[in-house]
């Protein structure tokens, strides 16, 4: 027997099947059963939208205590908390908000025949090739016709056929057959991305989503619809027909496609990966990402991957092993003092390898250190201009206060021979103003990439590092968020883990002992760069810790908070 | 698309109706306006809302094919709706349909749920069925056009075609 609690100001007494919990005032019923772990099935409702209540899956039995008759009391059940009388009919528990002693019922006889109802129409018309469906494993459909159905139809006229296969977008396939008509996909369009280029037209069984004739659906966000879609209408060309989802592994990281960081999961099987969706982080991306951060993976899997270290003979490069050329790119730094060498770094390196680039440049006693300013596009959802997604672990790892503001005297020395020997890592600057007139000026030049490219052609020494999914780390994103990186899949050939080959180079030169865990070289990074003081590698978790004040906001998330307060999303 | 100067006035008169806010409010006054003009309503003629109310086109997609009130097909010059809800459907509007097409030279054998319209060969007539149009007592009834007929038994239908040409 609990002890009624009294109602505060913003709390209000709830009972769930039986339970009675503590909620915030204005809580939907559907939020208040998730706090109390009662599953409530729903398809058209979503808390980053708006709340149509047009699915019907998500009937409950509701009660109110009675208004007790002037003079009387409040008739009290054994727990103290006024008697609930229940409501004849089911109330939609998405759109529907709690008030105090409400009761709800999910289990309940007539909660549970609502659903088998509401299952039942939905497979009326609907097609059942979930063999062949992408969606099978994580459908809402499939799942709740399991749960909630019936198991067996009793229809028996013929179902209404639809388009099927329809290309409504670059990266989008929909099929009408499978379409539950919930508009999760419309509201998204509308709400998120202002992009209203969906709709149903038709009506009662005939009623279809559709994209207008003249506008498809090609926002650079539009992959997200494929995710909130909970059946499997909406299929991303890049994963359909490509693996069953029970047989991948999920990894929790973090795209690198700008400075935004979007927390994502990496979906791999046998090293090899098949796709990208956003993960939930309401200080970052809320629920989305964008479609080109998602389908950035492609890269890890060119042919042109790096997978050997290589030295230049004459005009072309030959294969050694790693102990060698760690050893000959050491010696021919140490040929030269201070700043006769530079290190151009890269803001797509993780903090830790940041930090052995600060270790080092202190070993070799130089001052040019810097890393490359690149900045595309952003816009007003969650895209960032600034397309390097560690811009802010170079400023304070390597205490740069306008990354790439060094850049130009760094050419001008080298072009002048002040500047001997070049360590460039991770940037194709022959792309950038370094071109072969600029960098023949050098005598030593060490470059490890990812991919061949016209920088490595022309270094001495190439070391084929790790992409963002075959590596763990730490970054920090654009509004200051420490966040970590994790490993999906290994390094293609002999490619490697970018701190080991660092580690590697530091040790070849410093001598000192070898750190063997990811984590201790963390800490030592933390103990001596203010920002992450105290902090440990395990310690930033699933959703990151903020670590520095940047005073930028992210819009996406700003509109979404708006929405909240006015009651519109539950957020 | 071209529409005509009154049309236009008209359009810009039904909008003023609304608040500025809520000029999609006029959507479908203005289809209304479109499908008397032309007959019927098409994927310009949408266009030309949307562009008119300052929305979305894929709104006005939406209600468009929404209301089986709007043809998406061209009719004939004489339009026939023959109502197939229950008390015409008893008092034999099929038969009516029936002896309608075969006087008007109709094939209605490609008529489907998306295309429900159906031409004579030489385009005078069109026609389709309708739901109830609230006249059940003196059933099976048809629209030809604006005009209203009760009790259109298949005798007398040739009859009622000889009055249009
Ligand atoms: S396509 Fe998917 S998300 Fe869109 S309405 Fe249909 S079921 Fe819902
Ligand atoms: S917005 Fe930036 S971080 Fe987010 S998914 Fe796109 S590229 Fe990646
Ligand atoms: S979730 Fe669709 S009506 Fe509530
Ligand atoms: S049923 Fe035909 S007019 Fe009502």
Excluded at chain 1, 140 to 146: H, R
Excluded at chain 1, 456 to 473: D, F, T
Excluded at chain 2, 81 to 105: H, I, N, P
């Amino acid at each position: 027997m609990s002890a009624v609690k009294k109602q505060t100001e913003d709390l209000v007494n709830v009972q769930v099947d039986g339970h009675w919990i503590q909620v915030k005032k204005g809580t939907r019923m559907i939020e208040a059963c998730k706090q109390a772990s009662a599953e409530v099935p729903h398809y058209c409702y979503h808390p980053k939208l708006t709340s149509p209540g047009n699915c019907r899956m998500c009937l409950v039995e509701m009660g109110m205590p009675p208004r007790p008759a002037p003079g009387q009391e409040a008739e009290l059940d054994n727990d103290g908390h006024a008697k609930i009388s229940w409501m004849p009919r089911p109330v939609i528990a998405c759109a529907n908000s709690v008030a105090e002693g409400m009761g709800i019922r999910t289990q309940s006889t007539l909660a549970k025949e609502c659903r088998e109802g509401v299952m039942e129409f939905l497979l009326i018309n609907h097609p059942l090739d979930c063999p062949i469906c992408d969606q099978a494993g994580e459908c809402t459909l499939q799942e709740y016709s399991v749960e909630h159905g019936k198991g067996e139809s009793r229809f028996l006229e013929n179902k209404v056929k639809k388009p099927k296969n329809v290309d409504i977008g670059p990266r989008i396939r929909l099929d009408d057959e499978r379409c539950v008509l919930c508009s999760r996909c419309v509201r998204f369009t509308r709400e998120i991305v202002d992009d209203d280029v969906l709709g149903f037209v038709d009506r009662g069984s005939h009623s279809v989503l559709t994209v207008h004739p003249d506008k498809p659906l090609a926002n650079n966000y539009s992959l997200n619809t494929v995710d909130i879609c909970p059946v499997g209408a909406l299929t991303s060309n890049d994963f359909r027909f490509k693996m069953r989802v029970w047989f991948m592994r999920e990894t929790k990281s973090v795209c690198n496609g700008c400075a935004r960081g979007c927390n994502i999961l990496i979906s791999s099987r046998e090293n090899k990966i098949y796709r990208q969706t956003p993960r939930e982080n309401n200080e970052v991306n809320s629920s989305w990402m964008c479609d080109s951060g998602r389908l950035n993976y492609h890269f890890l899997e060119s042919g042109a991957r790096l997978t050997d270290p290589m030295i230049k003979k004459g005009k072309s490069h030959e294969t050694v092993d790693w102990p060698q050329a760690i050893r000959r790119a050491a010696e021919g730094l140490l040929k030269y003092k201070g700043d006769e060498i530079a290190i151009i770094a890269s803001a797509r390196m993780t903090n830790e390898e940041l930090y052995l680039v600060r270790v080092l440049a202190d070993t070799l006693g130089t001052r040019n250190v810097d890393t490359l300013k690149c900045h595309g596009e952003g816009d007003d959802y969650l895209s960032h201009e600034d397309k390097r997604p560690n811009t802010n672990g170079a400023k304070v790892i390597l205490k740069l206060s306008s990354p790439g503001s060094k850049i130009n005297s760094i050419k001008r020395d080298i072009e002048s021979g002040s500047i001997k020997a070049l360590l460039v890592y991770g940037e194709n600057i022959a792309s950038k103003g370094f071109d072969d007139g600029v960098l023949s000026n050098l005598k030593f030049l060490v470059t490890s990439h990812i991919l061949a490219n016209p920088t490595a052609k022309l270094s001495g020494i190439v070391l084929p590092g790790a992409g963002y999914a075959e590596k763990r780390g730490s970054m920090i994103n654009a509004t200051g968020r420490l966040q970590l990186l994790n490993k999906a899949i290994e390094p293609p050939g002999n490619s490697r883990d970018d701190w080991e080959i660092l580690q590697d180079l530091n040790r070849a030169m410093d001598g000192k002992d070898f750190i063997y865990e990811l984590a201790d070289l963390f800490s030592e990074m933390a103990s001596v760069v203010p920002a992450l003081k105290g902090l440990t590698l395990s310690g930033i978790g699933e959703k990151g810790v903020p670590v520095i004040e940047t005073g930028e906001t992210i819009p996406l998330l700003e509109r979404e908070a708006q929405r909240v307060k006015q009651g519109l999303i539950a957020g | 698309m071209e529409v005509s100067r009154e049309l236009n006035k008209q359009a810009n008169e039904y909008i003023s109706h609304y608040p500025n806010d809520q000029k999609r409010s006029a959507s479908l006054p203005l289809l209304h306006l479109l499908q008397q003009e032309h007959g019927y309503i098409n994927e310009e003629s949408m266009n030309w809302v949307a562009e008119k109310l300052d929305i979305e086109p894929i709104h006005v997609l939406e209600l468009g094919t929404f209301y089986p009130g709007f043809r998406q097909t061209a009719p004939g010059k004489y339009h026939i709706r023959v109502c197939r809800t229950l008390s015409c459907a008893m008092a034999g509007c099929y038969e009516t349909m029936e002896k309608f097409c075969e006087v008007a030279g109709i094939d209605r054998s490609r008529v489907t749920h998306h295309n429900p319209i159906a031409v004579s060969e030489d385009g005078k007539f069109s026609i389709e069925f309708a739901e109830c149009l609230a006249s059940c007592g003196t059933g099976p009834v048809c629209l030809i056009g604006d005009e209203f007929y009760e009790s259109v038994n298949a005798e007398n239908v040739a009859e009622l075609i000889e009055k249009y040409d």
